[in-house]
């Protein structure tokens, strides 16, 4: 791997954690993701063959260490990557205040925001097994459909119809979602407008915004604000 030839310590850490798509995995890491298939699924424009090249060379650095179980690899950071979560916090906090929040369009991916929500959920708050239906009108045509099955012992994220009734539907585009997602819209104010769509039985669909959390750099005031 090449480095950059200094012994400055910004430059020592830069050859590691600054390469393309390492900042990601351990974001993704640090959020609990530990077999590579959620791990794609957290990045889903990375290559399998550049997620396996960065997460080696993550290992050989100290900061990933690999276990084998019954399931296959689990990737978990070792102290070293856990250390890395106030370098990971802090960019996305100065990338929020800083950076432009009106998404450029390639910048909506409906496969990460569905993968970051079912992640968020208030899972003490749900009635029972509840499964969502989310319709994307302005995604690819193969990104468009996603089920949630939530419940109190979890929350899964479905690429086809997971079987059972239907509890709520929910249609909209990737970026009215992802604008609530980040605190820059409510609910209720996408509602009005019929930016987003719900239907169900109004005992869930009043429920339902309610279950949901917030990206966690929602709450950082932008430049703009």
Excluded at 172 to 201: D, N, Y
Aim: glycine share 8%; with cysteine.
């Amino acid at each position: 791997m090449e480095g950059y030839g200094q012994f400055c310590p910004v430059s020592l850490a830069a050859e590691t954690f600054a390469r393309r798509w390492t900042p990601l995995i351990v974001r993704e890491l640090l959020a609990g993701s530990t077999r590579f298939n959620d791990l794609r699924r957290g990045i889903p424009a990375i290559s399998a063959s550049v997620l396996s090249r960065r997460l080696e060379e993550l290992t050989v650095a100290g900061i990933v260490d690999r276990h084998e179980d019954e399931q296959g690899t689990r990737y978990v950071l070792t102290p070293a990557g856990e250390e890395l979560r106030g370098v990971v916090e802090q960019l996305g906090i100065w990338g929020r205040r800083w950076l432009p929040s009106d998404y450029r369009e390639q910048d909506l991916d409906p496969r990460l925001l569905v993968w970051d929500i079912h992640r968020n959920v208030h899972l003490d708050r749900l009635p029972g097994r509840t499964v969502v239906e989310l319709y994307f009108t302005d995604a690819p045509a193969k990104q468009r459909g996603y089920w949630l099955v939530l419940a109190p012992d979890g929350a899964d994220v479905c690429l086809a119809p997971p079987g059972g009734e239907i509890d709520l539907r929910l249609r909209c585009t990737v970026r009215a979602l992802t604008e609530i997602w980040m605190g820059q819209t409510s609910w209720a104010a996408a509602s009005r407008t019929k930016a987003i769509e719900l239907t169900g039985p109004s005992r869930l669909r009043r429920a339902f915004p309610g279950w949901l959390k917030l990206n966690p750099f929602a709450a950082v005031a932008t430049g703009s604000a």
